[in-house]
């Protein structure tokens, strides 16, 4: 079955990390996709990011990290937006 088929907008949630504490965001896909290039956010216990045409975009960070916390659990390059940049970066 293809979840993707035909949504208006495709949200992942998920863990940051795995139980190891190793990033579950990669720069590259390790697993069967459903749909490619379809997703346009991805919301973790430590963040939320967006997918766009530059990168993968980090939008927010939760209470108790800090975007630099977030940069370095994450595999994939990441783009701090503007906005945190003025805040916490």
Do not use: W
Not at 15 to 21: A, E, L, R, T, V
Not at 57 to 64: D, I, R, S
């Amino acid at each position: 079955m293809d979840l993707v088929h035909g949504a208006k907008k495709i949200i992942v949630i998920m863990d940051h990390c795995n139980k190891n504490g190793s990033g579950k965001i990669k720069k590259q896909c390790e697993l069967p996709l459903t749909g490619k290039g379809v997703v346009q956010r991805v919301i973790t216990e430590r963040a939320v990011i967006d997918i766009t045409e530059k990168g993968l975009v980090l939008v927010e960070v939760a209470k108790g990290y800090t975007a630099q916390d977030v940069v370095d659990c994450t595999d994939a390059d990441l783009f701090v937006s503007k906005d945190l940049l003025n805040d916490s970066y």
